[in-house]
C-alpha cells in the first residue's frame, strides 16, 4: 500500500514538472530554484517511502544498511540522468539514442540491485515477488524522474529566454513606435519651413521639400515589403532635384519616362531603383568630374518593366572608393529580386571603357 501512494505521489511530483501555469507562475515570480525544490521534495517522498520498507522488512541495522547502499546506488544514477543523459541526447534532438541509452541503464541498475544486494546482505529474509517488484518499481521511478525534472529544467530555461525575448520585443516596438513619432515632428517642421519660405525663395523651398520627401521614405517606406512604382520614380526625382539644386541646375540628370496609370498600381520592393540611381551618382563623379552624366528610363511594355540606368565613369574619385564594399549593393540588389521574383527578371551589367550601364527587368 505504501509502495503505491510512492509511486502516486511521484507521479503527481511529475505531472506538475509539466504544468505551464505552474511553471509561469514560478518564472515570471523571479525564482530560478523551482527545479531544485522539485528534487528536494522528489528525495524527501523517496527516501521516506523506501526507509519504511527497508526498516518493515529488515531488523534496524540490516535494514539501514541495505537503504543506504540502494540510496547511493541511485542517488550516483539519479546525477547521472539528469547532468549527462538529458543534455547530451534529449536537448540536442538525439531521441534515439536518449531512449536506447535509458533502457540500457534501467536493465543495469536493476541487475546491480537484484544480484548485488542480497549478496552483500544475507541477513534477514523478505519475500522475493515483493523485493523484485521494489527494485523494478523503484528503479523506473528514479530513472523517470531525474529524466523529466531534466527535461522540464531545459522547457523551463526555453520558458525563460521566450519570456525575456518578448520583453524584448515589447521594448523593441516602443523604441520603433517613439522613433517614427521623433521624425514625424521633424516632417511638420520641415514642411511649415517650406510654406513659409516659398513666397521669399522658391529654390531653398524646393530643397526643403524634396529634403522632407526622401526622409519620409527612408524612415517609413524603406521598411515596407512592397511600394507603387510612382513612389519609387519620386524618390529618384527628389535625390535628382536636390542635386541639380546644389550645383545650380549644371548637372547632366536625364529621367526618361512616360507617365503609366499602371504606375500608381505596380508594387515593387522599396530602394531597387533608387539604390542603382545612387550607385551611379557615386561612380559617375557627378558634381566633381563635368563631363558626368546620368540617363535613366522606365519604360512597361509588354508586360516587362524595364528600368535602365546609364553613367559616365571617370577616375576622379578613385581614390575615395572603398574597394571592400565594392559591387556590395548589387549583390544585395540581386538577393532581394533572387526573394521577390525568382526567375521573373533580368538583370544585366554592361561596361565599357567609359561608361556603365546597368538594366533591370521584372516580368510584372
Wanted: with cysteine; net charge neutral; glycine share 4%.
Amino acid at each position: 500500500m505504501i509502495l503505491l501512494l510512492n509511486l502516486i505521489l511521484l507521479v503527481l511530483i511529475l505531472r506538475l514538472s509539466f504544468e505551464k501555469r505552474l511553471l509561469k507562475s514560478f518564472l515570471y515570480r523571479g525564482w530560478p530554484d523551482v527545479i531544485s525544490v522539485q528534487h528536494l521534495v522528489f528525495w524527501g517522498a523517496f527516501v521516506v517511502a523506501n526507509l519504511y520498507l527497508y526498516l518493515n522488512w529488515f531488523d534496524i541495522k540490516v535494514g539501514l544498511t541495505r537503504f543506504s547502499f540502494m540510496l547511493i546506488a541511485n542517488v550516483i544514477l539519479y546525477q547521472f540522468c539528469f547532468r549527462y543523459l538529458v543534455p547530451t541526447y534529449y536537448e540536442t534532438k538525439k531521441y534515439r539514442e536518449y531512449i536506447r541509452y535509458t533502457g540500457i541503464i534501467y536493465v543495469l541498475s536493476c541487475l546491480l540491485r537484484i544480484l548485488i544486494e542480497p549478496e552483500l546482505f544475507r541477513d534477514g529474509h523478505v519475500n522475493q515477488v515483493a523485493f523484485l517488484l521494489l527494485v523494478y518499481v523503484s528503479q523506473s521511478i528514479i530513472i523517470l524522474i531525474s529524466s523529466m525534472l531534466g527535461i522540464s529544467k531545459f522547457k523551463l530555461i526555453v520558458e525563460s529566454e521566450l519570456a525575456k525575448m518578448e520583453t524584448l520585443k515589447k521594448e523593441a516596438d516602443l523604441d520603433l513606435m517613439k522613433s517614427k513619432i521623433n521624425p514625424h515632428f521633424l516632417f511638420n517642421t520641415l514642411n511649415n519651413i517650406y510654406s513659409h519660405s516659398y513666397l521669399q525663395d522658391s529654390g531653398s523651398a524646393n530643397f526643403i521639400k524634396q529634403l522632407s520627401l526622401l526622409l519620409q521614405y527612408t524612415t517609413y517606406e524603406v521598411g515596407k515589403k512592397r511600394i507603387i512604382v510612382d513612389r519609387e520614380i519620386e524618390m529618384i526625382t527628389a535625390l535628382s532635384s536636390l542635386y541639380q539644386l546644389k550645383y545650380n541646375n549644371q548637372l547632366n540628370l536625364v529621367f526618361d519616362y512616360s507617365v503609366n496609370d499602371y504606375f500608381s498600381i505596380i508594387e515593387i520592393p522599396p530602394t531597387i531603383y533608387f539604390s542603382l540611381f545612387e550607385n551611379a551618382i557615386k561612380h559617375s563623379g557627378m558634381g566633381v568630374d563635368l563631363q558626368a552624366m546620368i540617363h535613366t528610363s522606365l519604360i512597361l511594355k509588354d508586360d516587362k518593366l524595364s528600368f535602365s540606368i546609364k553613367n559616365s565613369k571617370t577616375d576622379k574619385l578613385m581614390h575615395l572608393q572603398d574597394e571592400h564594399y565594392s559591387g556590395a549593393g548589387l549583390k544585395i540588389l540581386k538577393t532581394i529580386m533572387d526573394t521577390e521574383y525568382p526567375g521573373n527578371y533580368n538583370f544585366q551589367v554592361i561596361e565599357t571603357e567609359n561608361e556603365y550601364m546597368t538594366i533591370l527587368e521584372i516580368n510584372i
